[in-house]
């Protein structure tokens, strides 16, 4: 398959989904997610990489950040953290060969209810995937965090996460966090979302054609599309099936916009 095509649009909060190699359970041990967790942390140090949420799984990631220092901090940030873990993984393993798909994927993601949304799919994750019942219960994600803020080694900017949702005091952001994650598992509405690791954005109609014209000439063949609860810019699948036959029909959801390692 051709690489895809890469896009940078500044100043954006962006969901990264990183998947490990052939989509193996390469971080099925508690050790590796710790450690991913860990460096992710140095990255935070090191980079001034402002975080917002994530989820560490047993085969991919999930890290929802803000783009405000400079385009080279979210990917010196990934190829650290990346990097850092296939090699410690490889030498205790005596392993070689990739341990991630070779680019992750970005998704810009609008302010206030738009980042709500991303924020509570991506503490649902392990939900979904029916390992816990409740985010609380995996340690390898933000929920925790952000229902009690750490004092040491803190990883979520907490009033940025606050602020960019919309709201005035953390207390009351806490709050509607709190009850949209248990709304969504009362109500079921705990489903995979393909606009939120598929599309190149999700947010109101302006916010899209916002991106559209930041995008220039790589928008072609864009368009904006209905996700059911709201709007997404992406390139619709059937396009891919133009051009490839049956067999290659998967290929429409992998074919991404990515940024480089």
Known sequence: MARAKRHYIPGQIWHITHRCHKRDFLLNLVKDRRRFIQWLFAAKRRYGLTILNYTVTSNHIHLLVLDEKGRDVIPQSIKL????????????KNRKGAFWEDRYHATAVETDQHLLRCLVYIDLNMVRA???????EWAFCGYNEIQKPRKKSVLIDHHKLSNLAGFASYDEFRMAHQELV????????????????????VGSKSFLEGIKDKLGILAKGRRILENGGGLQLREEVRIYNAVFDAKKENIGPLNGYFWDI
């Not at 990097?83 to 205790?92: C, D, H, S, T």
């Not at 009362?186 to 939120?196: D, E």
């Open 130 to 136: 029916g390992v816990v019942s409740h985010p609380s």
């Open 81 to 92: 953290v990346a990097g850092r873990i296939g090699q410690e993984f490889n030498l205790r």
């Open 182 to 201: 248990n709304d969504s598992l009362q109500n079921g509405n705990n489903f995979r979302q393909a606009q939120w690791t598929e599309s190149i954005a």
